[in-house]
């Protein structure tokens, strides 16, 4: 299966930007939905943005109109652009791999419901202050 590393993360002021990168080896990108993740302890990992093999995308309405989610296939890369980031954004994020297509993750995303990708990266730590 496919393996993810992400990278990009840091600290960084209110109102600023970040591109978090994901490599993936083992595989190409193409067979899964690509997602981003983010989670701060004690509570849920929640989906922020996902990208299916088409390039359609899909985000959780806290990050709607600030991230895009971009991919450059024949690198076997996603990116995370966040911009104009606010202190609630302060999390680990996370890439993630899925075998199904990216259209039950977005509904649930979309509404708020939870939904568990196959595999996962080590994660990248964001903090916005």
């Known amino acids: 299966h496919v393996q993810l590393v992400e990278s990009g993360g840091g600290s960084v002021q209110v109102g600023g930007s970040l591109r978090l990168s994901c490599v993936a080896s083992?595989?190409?990108?193409?067979?899964?939905?690509m997602g981003w993740f983010r989670q701060i302890p004690d509570k849920e990992r929640e989906g922020v943005a996902g990208?299916?093999?088409?390039?359609?995308?899909s985000y959780a309405d806290s990050v709607k109109g600030r991230f895009t989610v971009s991919h450059a296939e024949a690198e076997d890369t996603v990116y995370l652009q966040m911009s104009n980031l606010k202190p609630e954004d302060t999390a680990m994020y996370y890439c993630?791999?899925?075998?199904?297509?990216?259209?039950?993750?977005?509904?649930?995303?979309?509404?708020?419901?939870?939904?568990?990708?196959?595999?996962y990266g080590q994660g990248t730590q964001v903090t916005v202050s």
């Open positions: 990208i299916d093999s088409d390039g359609s995308t």
């Open positions: 993630a791999a899925d075998f199904s297509d990216c259209a039950v993750f977005s509904d649930r995303m979309v509404n708020g419901l939870a939904y568990g990708f196959d595999i």
């Open positions: 083992g595989d190409t990108i193409g067979r899964y939905c």
